[in-house]
Nanobody, 126 residues
Framework: QVQLVESGGGLVQAGGSLRLSCAASGRTFSSYAMGWFRQAPGKEREFVATVNGSGRSTYYADSVKGRFTISRDNAKSTVFLQMNSLKPEDTAVYYC???????????????????WGKGTLVTVSS
């Protein structure tokens, strides 16, 4: 069983930056691909980014490519999402996720996610 706890959300002005963190329990953190999803009010949850177990391979949604960076520290069992040039449309609850498998098709569809965090709210004001 893996528990995921997000932190780092908050209120920021458009153009600003935030860094989300997700701390994972368990001793097999590097075995999981990790990623982030988000859900805006009244919308379905959508894929944001994913990183493989070693941290060497990443995928991003087109809407965040070039602005967001996902990374991980396996020694600290933590995954990060650095969000720059934030826009009001980035406002959402951001969820951390873990999956034994890695790949764009799988993650972009949100398929086979083994574990979810409870989410952290990011609000971007215009």
């Amino acid at each position: 069983q893996v528990q995921l706890v997000e932190s780092g959300g908050g209120l920021v002005q458009a153009g600003g930056s935030l860094r989300l963190s997700c701390a994972a329990s368990g001793r097999t953190f590097s075995s999981y691909a990790m990623g982030w999803f988000r859900q805006a009010p009244g919308k379905e949850r959508e894929f944001v980014a994913t990183v493989n177990g070693s941290g060497r391979s990443t995928y991003y949604a087109d809407s965040v490519k070039g602005r967001f960076t996902i990374s991980r520290d396996n020694a600290k069992s933590t995954v990060f999402l650095q969000m720059n040039s934030l826009k009001p449309e980035d406002t959402a609850v951001y969820y951390c996720a873990a999956n034994f498998l890695f790949g764009y098709q799988l993650w972009s569809r949100g398929q086979g996610i083994n574990y979810w965090g409870k989410g952290t709210l990011v609000t971007v004001s215009s």
